[in-house]
């Protein structure tokens, strides 16, 4: 599986921005997209995820800013960020898990940049 991530870049607090990341390979085999972030100096978190079948999981923090959706015909997964904040700055990664829960393989992508200006 291959992740590509687009549409990272600079934001002013209160804007929006759309992430985007597209799946190849062995897309068919994903259970679970979901978007992770990085700050620095912290560790990688999970801001939100996604099921195959729609069901979706977010960070605390980004509930009712942020909204993941899926197309699976496209192998995509989308992160709408409303309202971000300047806390919300970090590096983005798109991240896919294959396989049964004993056996799951996390992919990730390159990483997109985001940067929330106050």
């Known amino acids: 599986v291959q992740l590509v991530e687009s549409g990272g870049g600079s934001v002013e607090a209160g804007g929006s921005l759309r992430l985007s990341c597209a799946a190849s390979?062995?897309?068919?085999?994903?259970?679970?997209k979901g978007w992770y972030r990085q700050a620095p100096g912290k560790q990688r978190e999970l801001v939100a995820s996604?099921?195959?079948?729609?069901?979706?999981n977010y960070a605390d923090s980004v509930k009712g800013r942020f909204t993941i959706s899926g197309d699976n015909a496209k192998n995509t997964v989308y992160l709408q960020m409303n309202s971000p904040r300047p806390e919300d700055t970090a590096v983005y990664y798109c991240?896919?898990?294959?396989?049964?829960?004993?056996?799951?393989?996390?992919?990730w992508g390159q990483g997109t940049q985001v940067t929330v200006s106050s």
């Open positions: 991240n896919a898990i294959t396989g049964p829960p004993q056996y799951e393989y996390y992919y």
């Open positions: 390979g062995s897309a068919f085999s994903i259970n679970v």
């Open positions: 996604i099921t195959y079948e729609g069901s979706t």
